[in-house]
């Protein structure tokens, strides 16, 4: 994958999964509150609906005490059971006139309900005492009010004593009847268990509840129950379906009536579903959805359901227990005693948010349960998860949008896969200059440089290798060279010191020359006296020597360049060797001439040959110089061709002074000859003694110099071969760099 796509999928990941997970526990916590709330708000309405329930038959209960208490319920529990033993038996038509009144009332009514179980009107009549149908024709079949208003008719003015007894307590009961909402209220005497007083007035008004027609209802049981009561104690019994009011599902509590610890028989109630299901269908906080109803423990409603009026009212759930009954896990576990809360699946099997608990009073054991949909419950938060959703997706896209930003911000400096770019560097680290890149001019950032500088990097280490090797064939030719220069200066200094101690020699032998010449001038001077009178003889000899004169006059400007130049040297060194020839010659000339002269020329000879001897010396001396210098400058040819000519001039001289020499004149010539030649000798000798210092003190300067030249020789040898060591080493370092390929 790419570093883009990476980089795209982490800055997606980093912004899209912690918003994920943001949104996620937001629904999650909204979900757990919100799920919370409507909890404790169905808990909130169970516990005040079970408060109401249990209020109600607490004050039940407590009013029917209070009532059985009153002693005018006392009174009229005597004087209606006195009145209603002592009532005249029925005739038969009353008998036929009450089965009439059970056909129309009673027995068609539980048909339509479907229960075909009970007797017919007839059997049922014929269960009942004569007094029972003498009170039952009475208050029932010749009372005027219809069917559930019968409890409006004070007296039958037929039953007298009956009537007078009905009319004291009528009105009270009455009036606590439609006050307190009860169905009916019944005064039932202890022995036979007679229902000797109804408000209501129903078919079991008159009847015994223990060997009647409703033996096995729950007002039985309820007087049952009830006379075995204290005195100021109560009994509820729980709801079950009652014939006596067209089996509609009727609950009763009872209390017993004392007078003077004598139990005269039970007051008792008939609270109708009514009351409950008004307490209970309290639409308040339930929404659309939400209900709180009651269940026994046979599973059958006890108050009416808001959302199944159709099966599961209470009357529906007893007349058809198959569909109307409610056995959810909530009425299980309330029934168990349990008190919770649950998401379950309703009585419809829609899934609800449930409240329950047990409700016990009496005795009795019932379910109060508090439900709402979950969808209703739900609804803020479906709204919340699609407001959520919403906001999640637009933060998606513009977290996408973001990442795709920053990707291309990040990505573009780089301008290339840090993979690839990792192994190149790593190639190049290497020694691999021959990587290749990929060409596309629209690379940038990094990678663009990468290949700019690896393009760059790869001519400058070729041209590295390139020098390097070039450096180093250069450095170890200027180690041989150096090596040998410093061989050539050894040599040289060696010979300028030769050449030094020759001139020194020289110069003591010029010096020499001098002083002798110095002395031939004086002995020419005197002999130029002597032998005056050969002037003209001698003046031939005097023209040639002036002849040569300026001929050595040559050889001495060439010894003049000596100081310029070695050549210089070597010129003036064979100037001296024609002057120390031509002073031999001369010398020897002079001695001819001295020994012709006879005793006139002995003196002379003396000195000719001095100076012949002299002349030798000095030849031998600049042999010597000469022989040195020849090491040193090898461009003498010109001098020594020189000084040839000067030594053929001299010979003419000679021979023209030979043939002269018959006479005095050319002794004279000759004497005059030798002492300008001694006075040029003179010069010449100290010219040459300077000249022979001053190149002594070059060469002393030369062999300073050359010792210097040495010392940087040495020092440019070391410098060589660092150097060449150097390049070896640079040449080691830039040997790994393969740079064949030079990128484009």
């Known amino acids: 994958m790419k570093l883009k796509h990476r980089m795209l999928v982490s800055l997606l990941g980093v912004g899209i999964v912690p918003a994920l997970v943001i949104t996620l526990m937001s629904l999650n916590t909204a979900s757990s509150s919100l799920e919370t709330q409507t909890f404790n708000q169905l808990e909130a309405l169970r516990e005040v609906k079970k408060s109401a329930v249990e209020r109600y038959f607490k004050t039940a209960e407590g009013q029917i005490i209070t009532t059985a208490e009153i002693p005018s319920i006392a009174d009229a529990m005597v004087s209606m059971t006195q009145a209603f033993t002592n009532l005249a038996s029925s005739d038969t038509a009353a008998s036929s006139s009450l089965v009439r009144y059970y056909q129309q009332n009673l027995t068609s009514k539980l048909q339509a309900t479907g229960n075909t179980g009970l007797p017919r009107a007839q059997e049922l009549v014929a269960q009942l005492s004569p007094q029972t149908i003498a009170l039952q024709n009475a208050y029932l079949v010749n009372n005027p009010s219809p069917v559930g208003e019968k409890g409006n008719y004070q007296t039958s003015r037929q039953l007298p004593a009956y009537d007078r ?28 268990g007679t ?162 608990a047990p409700l016990t009073a009496g005795g009795l054991t019932w379910a109060i349960i508090a439900e709402m949909d979950v969808k209703e419950a739900f609804a803020a938060l479906n709204a919340l998860e699609l407001s959520v959703a919403v906001i999640f997706v637009i933060a998606v896209i513009g977290i996408v949008a973001t990442a795709i930003i920053f990707a291309r911000k990040i990505t573009r400096p780089i ?26 001019p629209k690379a940038t950032g990094v990678y663009r440089s990468m290949r700019e500088m690896t393009k760059n990097l790869t001519a400058m280490v070729c041209d590295i290798i390139g020098a390097t090797s070039q450096q180093a064939a250069a450095a170890e030719q200027l180690s041989a060279s150096t090596v040998e220069t410093l ?66 006059q ?77 090491n040193l400058q090898r ?29 005095l004149k050319q002794a004279v010539m000759a004497v005059e000859e030798i002492a300008d030649m001694s006075l040029q000798m003179a010069s010449a000798s100290e010219e040459q003694s300077l000249v022979a210092t001053e190149i002594n003190q070059n060469l002393e300067e030369i062999n300073t110099m050359t010792g210097e030249n040495r010392q940087a020789m040495d020092q440019i040898t070391q410098a060589t071969q660092d150097l060449s060591a150097l390049s070896q080493v640079l040449k080691g370092h830039t040997s790994k760099f393969h740079c064949q390929g030079k990128l484009a």
């Open 635 to 663: 461009d003498s040819s010109d001098t020594t061709q020189a000084m040839v000519d000067s030594a053929d001039a001299a010979g003419n001289v000679s021979e023209r002074a030979e043939s002269s020499i018959s006479s």
């Open 195 to 356: 229902v000797v007083y109804s408000v209501s007035k129903e078919v079991d008004f008159g009847t015994s509840i223990l060997t009647g027609p409703f033996q096995r209802s729950g007002l039985a049981e309820a007087f049952k129950q009830g006379r075995q009561l204290a005195d100021g104690d109560a009994v509820i019994v729980d709801f079950s379906p009652y014939s006596a009011s067209a089996n509609a599902p009727a609950g009763f509590m009872a209390s017993p009536v004392y007078r003077n610890n004598q139990l005269l028989g039970v007051l008792a109630y008939q609270f109708p579903i009514d009351r409950l299901s008004e307490i209970m269908t309290e639409r308040d906080g339930l929404g659309q959805t939400g209900e709180t109803y009651l269940v026994g423990s046979d599973g059958l409603m006890r108050s009416n359901s808001f959302l199944d009026p159709e099966h599961r009212t209470v009357f529906a759930s007893f007349m058809n227990p198959a569909e109307g009954a409610v056995n959810t896990q909530a009425v299980q576990r309330a029934i168990n005693g349990e008190k919770g809360i649950d998401i379950i699946s309703d009585y419809n099997g829609n899934p609800v948010l449930s409240a329950y």
């Open 487 to 552: 061989t050539n200066f050894e040599a040289q200094n060696a010979r300028t010191e030769q050449v030094a101690a020759a001139m020194e020699q020289m110069t003591a032998t010029a010096n020499q020359i001098s002083s002798s010449t110095s002395s031939t001038a004086d002995a020419a001077e005197k002999a130029r006296e002597m032998i005056h009178d050969g002037d003209s003889q001698v003046s031939l000899a005097v023209d040639s020597m002036r002849d040569l004169v300026a001929r050595l």
């Open 165 to 192: 007894a009905h009319q004291a307590i009528h009105p009270f009961l009455r009036d606590v009847q439609a006050k307190f909402g009860y169905y009916d209220i019944f005064l039932i005497e202890a022995q036979q």
């Open 554 to 630: 040559s050889a001495r400007t060439k010894s003049d360049s000596l100081v310029r130049s070695a050549e210089d040297i070597s010129g003036i060194l064979q100037t001296i060797g024609q002057i120390a020839d031509q002073t031999n010659l001369l010398a020897l000339n002079a001695a001819i001439e001295a020994a012709r002269a006879g005793d006139q020329g002995r003196g002379f000879a003396v000195v000719a040959d001095e100076v012949r001897t002299l002349a030798q010396s000095t030849q031998d001396a600049t042999g010597e110089i000469a022989q040195l210098i020849e």
């Open 415 to 440: 301008g290339g896969e840090p993979e690839e770019m990792e192994k190149i560097v790593q190639t190049i680290a290497d020694g691999d200059l021959t990587v290749s890149f990929n060409q596309d």
